[in-house]
């Protein structure tokens, strides 16, 4: 596997690394850029230059304050090159996020109860959002302009999802009468793949490439016919957060720049939603709103705060935890899972409504506005 922090060099970055996302929380904005200090570890007594800048050593690493490239359409990058005139060197790629700063979005993960409701009722709703489930996001938008993804399951019979005989539904089944609602709101609503169904766990994470790469195609198909080509996202969070790393670069190649994760550890010490990366990697990422591989060209999001995963009265303390990181605060990033809205879940969530809008809420009143980031970097 890649050495991403490539400490068995003798002359390596050790900030930034490379792929780094970098905010103003990492430096200063000036009228050329976001200016940080960026450090290279190398054995003292070198005479170490950054870009062709001589770098002062601090007693620990080569120290200089370097401009990065100011962002304007998407994803703006900096190549930083460090060298000793000895024949050692590193060279990273970073960027600018700044962009990003201020955005939050929320997202949903394990949907399709509410498409199969759309269609069981498509000669009596008027508008889709007279889905009781899809009208919580519709309220978080028109009063927070909260701007919502929804990854989708492509099958359900409900023995999945609530454990008891249902209903079996695919999105092959779903209406299209909707296709132009589901457009007209795409600047604020949008769908993508997650995975085929709910089980079995972890459905990629020892798959072939081809096996996420049909499955995505499945799905993509579909959300193109029954919601229009507008709607369909560049962004996911696979289901369980698990694949190869050829599947990931499958799904980059199929358009999914972009893929979500906790990027966290379980209290055991295993990997949660956080791909294929080794440990200390995932430590890396989950500290920052966003990180490049910038090898495989993927963009990876941090999603902060799963909101089923909490209670209601701990919403706002946990919020506030997250404010309080800075490398992490610059893009709010807020998940639910759909099961949870039902009353028939074994672990239903009365309050689900209220978390999703008090979210929306707070994030505007501590001056967030809804922000879906694949505009502004893709």
Known sequence: MKDFFRENKPLHFVFPIDGDCLNAYDGIVTKDGLEIIAKVSAMPGKSIKINGCTAEFDGQNYVLSVTLNRSRDGLEKTVLTASDGEGESDSITVYDVIKTQGGYRISSDDNILFLRDINDNRDTYKSIFENPYLSVYKRAHDLYGAKVHLNLFYETDDMHTFNEKGQYFNLSMMTDKFKSEFESNSDWLRLSFHARSEF????????????????????????????????????????????????????????????????????GGHPLVAYYYPDRLIDHVGARDFWVNTEDDIIHARIDLVLNTIKYANLLPELEKIRACPHRAGFLELMIHEQYFYQEYSNYIPEFESMVIESAKWAVQNGYSGMFFSDQLL
């Open 200 to 267: 079995p766990d972890c459905p990629y994470k020892h798959t072939s490439a081809q096996r996420i790469k049909e499955d995505a195609q499945l799905i993509n198909r579909q959300i193109i016919r029954f919601a229009g080509k507008k709607t369909l996202a560049r962004v996911t969070t696979v289901h369980f957060g698990t694949a190869t790393r050829e599947g990931t670069i499958a799904l980059r190649a199929l358009g999914y720049a972009s893929l979500a994760g906790y990027f966290e550890h379980t209290a």
